[in-house]
């Protein structure tokens, strides 16, 4: 378990030390009690021995007892999705910029 953000990965290894999931950037979103993440990885394709193309995940923390435990997560599943979540946002954010003037 981690205490800190900074300790938070989605590196992940097996009982024999293959690195399965590889983080390749994180972004902290929010800090505190309640953290949220933002992290590009790859998966490991056990048949070829390669990481496959990059994926990305959203992740919610909670801090309990010193240790930030992981509460829920979203797992983008595609570059094409990731962009539609981007696009939508970017229209909202700018209907919601002009509501503001």
Same mark, same amino acid.
């Given at each position: 378990?981690?205490?800190?953000?900074?300790?938070?990965?989605? &590196?992940? $290894?097996?009982? #024999?030390?293959?690195?399965?999931?590889?983080?390749?950037? =994180? +972004?902290?979103?929010?800090?505190?009690?309640?953290?949220?993440?933002?992290?590009?990885?790859?998966?490991?394709?056990?048949? &070829?021995? $390669?990481?496959? #193309?990059?994926?990305?995940?959203?992740?919610?923390?909670? =801090? +309990?007892?010193?240790?930030?435990?992981?509460?829920?997560?979203?797992?983008?599943?595609?570059?094409?999705?990731?962009?539609?979540?981007?696009?939508?946002?970017?229209?909202?954010?700018?209907?919601?910029?002009?509501?503001?003037?």
């Amino acid at each position: 378990m981690a205490e800190t953000i900074d300790e938070i990965t989605m &590196t992940f $290894e097996d009982e #024999e030390g293959v690195l399965l999931v590889k983080e390749l950037e =994180k +972004v902290v979103l929010t800090k505190g009690a309640w953290a949220t993440l933002m992290f590009k990885y790859q998966n490991l394709d056990k048949k &070829t021995g $390669e990481f496959g #193309e990059p994926k990305y995940a959203i992740r919610r923390y909670q =801090k +309990v007892a010193g240790e930030y435990r992981s509460k829920s997560k979203f797992n983008i599943s595609s570059i094409k999705q990731a962009k539609m979540i981007v696009d939508a946002l970017n229209t909202w954010i700018e209907a919601d910029s002009k509501e503001e003037e």
